[in-house]
C-alpha cells in the first residue's frame, strides 16, 4: 500500500501574538526572497508551500513555519497519491486515465511567488522546489541552534520581539585624550588634569625666567608660546568636562564674563556628570590613582595658598625687626666711649 503523502497549505495568516510584517520578515529571511515576492503569499489565498510530503517532513516544515509565525497547516495530498505509474496495487488500467489527475491545481514559488501549475521546479526562477524548502529549513535550524548555543538559554517564543541592536553599539567607556574637545571626564579627573598642567608649567616658567638672560625677544616669545599651549590645553579639558555633565562645550566661554564666570567655574567643579552615555558619547573610565592624587593636590593648593599669605607676611616681619634689633645691638658700643669721656671732664 502506498505511503500517505501529505502537503504544507498557507492561508496568508499569522500566528496569533504576531504581526503580519513580522512573519513577512521571517518567511523572507526563511526563503531568501525580497519582500515584494513575500506580499503574493499574503492574497487571502490558499497556496501549498510544499508538497508530496511523508509525514515526517511535513511535520518539519510545518513546525518550521510555524517557528517564523505563518499559521500553517499539514492536509493530505490526495494529488501526489494519484499516479500513473503501474504498480502491483495499481495495475496498468485498460483506458487511459490521465483525466484522473487534476488539471487546475496550481501552486507558488516559495522563493519568487510565480503562480504556475504544480511542478518539481519553478518556471520563472528555476530552482528545485523541493531542494530549495529543504535547504532554507536546515538554515533557519542550523541558526536557531547557534543562537542557543551561544545564549545558553531556553529557546525564545517565536512571538517574542525582535532582539536586533537597532543603534550604534558604544563602547563601555570612552576614550581620554587630553588634547582633543571630544569625550568626557568627570570631577576628579578634571581636577587631576588641572593639577597636572600647573605642575608641568612649572619647570616651563623656570626656562622663561632663565631666558631673559639671554635676550628679552627670546623670553617674549617663549612666554607667548607657552601661554597659548596653557590655553589650548584648558580649553580642552574644560569642553569634555561640559560633556560629561551634558552641556555644550561652547559654554565654556563663560569663564570670561565677569561675576559669572567665577560661579560657572564652581558649576564646572561641582556638578557631576551624567550616570550613562550620554549624546557626547559613553561615561569616562574609572579614575586612576594617580589622578585620584593629583585631585587632592589641587585642593590643597588654595589651603596652602592661604596658609603662605599669612605666614609670609609675618615672617617678613619678623626679619625685619630682626635686622632693627640688631642693627642697634651694633651701634650701641659706639657710643658708649662719648658718653664716659663727657662724664670725665
Given at each position: 500500500?502506498?505511503?500517505?503523502?501529505?502537503?504544507i497549505?498557507?492561508?496568508?495568516?499569522?500566528?496569533?501574538?504576531?504581526?503580519?510584517?513580522?512573519?513577512?520578515?521571517?518567511?523572507a529571511?526563511?526563503?531568501?526572497?525580497?519582500?515584494?515576492?513575500i506580499?503574493?503569499?499574503?492574497?487571502?489565498?490558499?497556496?501549498?508551500?510544499?508538497?508530496?510530503?511523508?509525514?515526517?517532513?511535513?511535520?518539519?516544515?510545518?513546525?518550521?513555519?510555524?517557528?517564523?509565525?505563518?499559521?500553517?497547516?499539514?492536509?493530505?495530498?490526495?494529488?501526489?497519491?494519484?499516479?500513473?505509474?503501474?504498480?502491483?496495487?495499481?495495475?496498468?488500467?485498460?483506458?487511459?486515465?490521465?483525466?484522473?489527475?487534476?488539471?487546475?491545481?496550481?501552486?507558488?514559488?516559495?522563493?519568487?511567488?510565480?503562480?504556475?501549475?504544480?511542478?518539481?521546479?519553478?518556471?520563472?526562477?528555476g530552482?528545485?522546489?523541493?531542494?530549495?524548502?529543504?535547504?532554507?529549513t536546515?538554515?533557519?535550524?542550523?541558526?536557531?541552534?547557534?543562537?542557543?548555543?551561544?545564549?545558553?538559554?531556553?529557546?525564545?517564543?517565536?512571538?517574542?520581539?525582535p532582539?536586533?541592536?537597532?543603534?550604534?553599539?558604544?563602547?563601555?567607556?570612552?576614550?581620554?585624550?587630553?588634547?582633543?574637545?571630544?569625550?568626557?571626564?568627570?570631577?576628579v579627573?578634571?581636577?587631576?588634569?588641572?593639577?597636572?598642567?600647573?605642575?608641568?608649567?612649572?619647570?616651563?616658567?623656570?626656562?622663561?625666567?632663565?631666558?631673559?638672560?639671554?635676550s628679552?625677544?627670546?623670553?617674549?616669545?617663549?612666554?607667548?608660546?607657552?601661554?597659548?599651549?596653557?590655553?589650548?590645553v584648558?580649553?580642552?579639558i574644560?569642553?569634555q568636562?561640559?560633556?560629561?555633565?551634558g552641556?555644550?562645550?561652547?559654554?565654556?566661554?563663560?569663564?570670561?564674563?565677569?561675576?559669572?564666570?567665577?560661579?560657572?567655574?564652581?558649576?564646572?567643579?561641582?556638578?557631576?556628570?551624567?550616570?550613562?552615555?550620554?549624546?557626547?558619547?559613553?561615561?569616562?573610565?574609572?579614575?586612576?590613582?594617580?589622578?585620584?592624587?593629583?585631585?587632592?593636590?589641587?585642593?590643597?593648593?588654595?589651603?596652602?595658598?592661604?596658609?603662605?599669605?599669612?605666614?609670609?607676611?609675618?615672617?617678613?616681619?619678623?626679619?625685619?625687626?630682626?635686622?632693627?634689633?640688631?642693627a642697634?645691638?651694633?651701634?650701641?658700643?659706639?657710643?658708649?666711649?662719648?658718653?664716659?669721656?663727657?662724664?670725665?671732664?
Amino acid at each position: 500500500m502506498t505511503e500517505a503523502r501529505y502537503k504544507i497549505v498557507f492561508d496568508g495568516e499569522p500566528m496569533p501574538g504576531v504581526s503580519l510584517d513580522t512573519v513577512k520578515e521571517n518567511l523572507a529571511r526563511l526563503f531568501k526572497s525580497d519582500a515584494s515576492m513575500i506580499d503574493s503569499l499574503f492574497g487571502g489565498r490558499s497556496v501549498a508551500l510544499k508538497r508530496d510530503l511523508v509525514e515526517a517532513e511535513a511535520d518539519k516544515y510545518l513546525a518550521a513555519l510555524q517557528r517564523a509565525g505563518a499559521k500553517v497547516r499539514k492536509e493530505h495530498d490526495l494529488a501526489a497519491v494519484l499516479s500513473l505509474v503501474t504498480t502491483d496495487d495499481h495495475p496498468e488500467p485498460s483506458a487511459p486515465a490521465a483525466e484522473v489527475a487534476p488539471t487546475n491545481d496550481s501552486m507558488s514559488c516559495p522563493k519568487c511567488g510565480h503562480e504556475q501549475p504544480k511542478s518539481t521546479e519553478c518556471q520563472a526562477c528555476g530552482i528545485i522546489i523541493d531542494k530549495y524548502l529543504a535547504r532554507q529549513t536546515q538554515l533557519s535550524e542550523d541558526a536557531a541552534l547557534v543562537k542557543a548555543s551561544i545564549t545558553n538559554s531556553e529557546p525564545t517564543s517565536p512571538y517574542a520581539p525582535p532582539q536586533a541592536q537597532v543603534g550604534e553599539q558604544l563602547p563601555e567607556f570612552g576614550e581620554l585624550k587630553v588634547l582633543g574637545t571630544n569625550g568626557r571626564i568627570g570631577r576628579v579627573r578634571y581636577l587631576g588634569w588641572s593639577m597636572a598642567l600647573m605642575l608641568a608649567f612649572l619647570p616651563i616658567g623656570g626656562v622663561i625666567l632663565g631666558s631673559f638672560v639671554l635676550s628679552e625677544t627670546l623670553a617674549g616669545l617663549l612666554t607667548l608660546v607657552a601661554s597659548l599651549a596653557l590655553v589650548v590645553v584648558s580649553v580642552c579639558i574644560g569642553v569634555q568636562r561640559l560633556h560629561d555633565i551634558g552641556w555644550s562645550g561652547w559654554l565654556w566661554l563663560l569663564n570670561f564674563v565677569p561675576i559669572v564666570g567665577s560661579v560657572f567655574a564652581l558649576l564646572m567643579l561641582f556638578v557631576p556628570g551624567t550616570g550613562g552615555p550620554n549624546r557626547y558619547g559613553p561615561p569616562p573610565p574609572p579614575n586612576s590613582r594617580a589622578v585620584k592624587v593629583l585631585a587632592w593636590l589641587i585642593i590643597l593648593v588654595p589651603v596652602i595658598g592661604i596658609v603662605a599669605a599669612i605666614s609670609i607676611p609675618a615672617y617678613q616681619d619678623y626679619l625685619m625687626r630682626a635686622q632693627m634689633d640688631a642693627a642697634a645691638s651694633f651701634e650701641q658700643p659706639a657710643d658708649v666711649p662719648a658718653l664716659e669721656g663727657e662724664s670725665a671732664e
